[in-house]
């Protein structure tokens, strides 16, 4: 989620064990925009388009830039961002903004997400992998050294067992969303006068109350959602 501070957080610590394992380690990335969070699903689709464009080197320079200016992932920073990009056209990533081209493939990682256990009971992000064993939020250095440390002492067979026990502990969840419009948003309706702040805040709320399970899921939605 390229919106969420504490996916920023954990950039440091994965650049720290890139540097610390070199070759050792192998960093891939799933897209989990959370529903609370209205600027990180164009921020995926952009991110996805630049790599269409340049590749891997020109997705995590993209990566880079976004998580360094969370503060402007409107549509307009994004395009901004991409400029600054080698071998990356601007225009076309404004047109895949419009079009949403890529926005089958966050679904797609979505739902590998779900599989993966790491949304089991809900969003959590940042949500990593470790040879099949979840860290769930940004944790410290050393839990990710530990983890590492681990997984390189594991046979083949080991590790394929903990990927297993992994799915068997986080089992697949239902993907259900709350809509919360703001005038202006893509697909809001006519009749929606909050502004983006008050959504954003709105959203929020609910997520905080989903989380400490004061409100069903069902009354969220007649409640909240629009």
């Given at each position: 989620?390229?919106?969420?501070?504490?996916?920023?957080?954990?950039?440091?610590?994965?650049?720290?064990?890139?540097?610390?394992?070199?070759?050792?380690?192998?960093?891939?990335?799933?897209?989990?925009?959370?529903?609370?969070?209205?600027?990180?699903?164009?921020?995926?689709e952009?991110?996805?388009?630049?790599?269409?464009?340049?590749?891997?080197?020109?997705?995590?320079?993209?990566?880079?830039?976004?998580?360094?200016?969370?503060?402007?992932?409107?549509?307009?920073?994004?395009?901004?961002?991409?400029?600054?990009?080698?071998?990356?056209?601007?225009?076309?990533?404004?047109?895949?903004?419009?079009?949403h081209?890529?926005?089958?493939t966050?679904?797609?990682?979505?739902?590998?997400?779900?599989?993966?256990?790491?949304?089991?009971?809900?969003?959590?992000?940042?949500?990593?992998?470790?040879?099949?064993?979840?860290?769930?939020?940004?944790?410290?250095?050393?839990?990710?050294?530990?983890?590492?440390?681990?997984?390189?002492q594991?046979?083949?067979?080991?590790?394929?067992?903990?990927?297993?026990?992994?799915?068997?502990?986080?089992?697949?969840?239902?993907?259900?969303?709350?809509?919360?419009?703001?005038?202006?948003?893509?697909?809001?309706?006519?009749?929606?006068?909050?502004?983006?702040?008050?959504?954003?805040?709105?959203?929020?709320?609910?997520?905080?109350?989903?989380?400490?399970?004061?409100?069903?899921?069902?009354?969220?939605?007649?409640?909240?959602?629009?």
């Open positions: 989620d390229f919106q969420f501070p504490f996916c920023a957080r954990l950039v440091q610590t994965l650049k720290e064990l890139e540097e610390a394992y070199g070759e050792l380690v192998r960093v891939q990335w799933r897209n989990c925009p959370l529903p609370m969070h209205p600027d990180a699903l164009p921020a995926a952009a991110a996805l388009e630049v790599k269409a464009q340049g590749g891997d080197p020109a997705f995590w320079a993209y990566h880079d830039t976004l998580f360094a200016h969370q503060d402007a992932l409107d549509a307009e920073s994004l395009v901004k961002h991409a400029a600054a990009i080698p071998g990356v056209d601007a225009q076309k990533l404004r047109a895949a903004l419009a079009d081209r890529h926005v089958a966050v679904q797609n990682d979505l739902r590998g997400v779900i599989d993966s256990g790491a949304a089991s009971g809900g969003f959590g992000t940042p949500a990593t992998f470790v040879n099949g064993r979840l860290i769930s939020g940004a944790q410290p250095y050393a839990v990710f050294e530990d983890a590492v440390e681990r997984g390189l594991e046979s083949p067979e080991a590790r394929a067992q903990a990927l297993e026990k992994s799915r068997a502990a986080y089992p697949m969840i239902t993907l259900r969303h709350v809509l919360v419009q703001y005038q202006g948003a893509r697909g809001a309706e006519a009749n929606i006068t909050r502004t983006k702040e008050e959504a954003q805040a709105r959203a929020s709320e609910l997520h905080q109350k989903l989380m400490a399970k004061q409100v069903s899921f069902d009354d969220a939605v007649k409640s909240y959602s629009d």
